[in-house]
Each structure stands twice: as structure tokens, then as C-alpha cells.
């Protein structure tokens, strides 16, 4: 299994970003996916998760309204749209894909099996 995110950059604050997650999971589409992300010095914490049905989701509350996350079941895609960044957003991405099947969306890390090598954002003031 690999997932392989891409889209990571330099922005400016108050700009836009779109993140995208490349999965060669077969239960693809029975998996919630996520993304969380680590700045320097700290913890991993979620962002947003959306269920294998794509029909519901999940967001960190510092980030509601401005990111939004959606899936490609067809193309084993998921993506983060980041709009409206603030240096706070600054981190490194990644994707991760729930290993519970047919689930909901969790804020939990350890409820995802299979983690993407991250990808870079970084917003300058």
C-alpha cells in the first residue's frame, strides 16, 4: 500500500493551496480517509477526514471554512483544498487512510493504518 501526497508549497498568507493524495489502497473506496499534519516542534494533529462515501466530513475547527477535503473513488484520489492561509497552517501533510472499513470519519490518529511521506506547506506572513 502507498500513498503518495503531492501539491505542498511557498504561499503567501492569504492564499490558496491544493493538496492531493495518490492511494493504491484496493479497499479504496471502503476507506475513510484523512489528513493531519506536524509543524515544527509539534505534535501530528488532524485536519479533515471524509468517509469512503465522500458524503460526510470532518474539520479541524481552525480550519472550518477555509479548507475542504473531497475524494475521487474512481481515480483513488483524495485532495485538501487550502484557501485563505495563515502562517499557522505551516506544516508538513499528510495523508492517511482509515483501516476501518465502511467507517466514519475519525479524529484519531491511530484509527489510520497507512500514512502518506507528507508533503510541505509553508505560509509566509
Known amino acids: 500500500v502507498q500513498l503518495q501526497a503531492s501539491g505542498g508549497g511557498l504561499v503567501q498568507a492569504g492564499g490558496s493551496l491544493s493538496l492531493s493524495c495518490a492511494a493504491s489502497?484496493?479497499?479504496?473506496?471502503?476507506?475513510?480517509m484523512g489528513w493531519f499534519r506536524q509543524a515544527p516542534g509539534k505534535e501530528r494533529e488532524f485536519v479533515a477526514a471524509?468517509?469512503?462515501?465522500?458524503?460526510?466530513?470532518r474539520y479541524k475547527d481552525s480550519v472550518k471554512g477555509r479548507f475542504t477535503i473531497s475524494r475521487d473513488n474512481a481515480k483513488n484520489m483524495v485532495y485538501l483544498q487550502m484557501d485563505s492561509l495563515k502562517p499557522e497552517d505551516t506544516a508538513v501533510y499528510y495523508c492517511?487512510?482509515?483501516?476501518?472499513?465502511?467507517?466514519?470519519?475519525?479524529?484519531?490518529?491511530?484509527?489510520?493504518?497507512?500514512w502518506g511521506q507528507g508533503t510541505l506547506v509553508t505560509v509566509s506572513s
Open positions: 492517511a487512510a482509515d483501516g476501518r472499513l465502511l467507517s466514519g470519519t475519525s479524529d484519531l490518529s491511530r484509527d489510520y493504518i497507512y
Open positions: 489502497l484496493r479497499t479504496f473506496s471502503r476507506n475513510a
Open positions: 471524509i468517509t469512503w462515501s465522500g458524503l460526510n466530513t
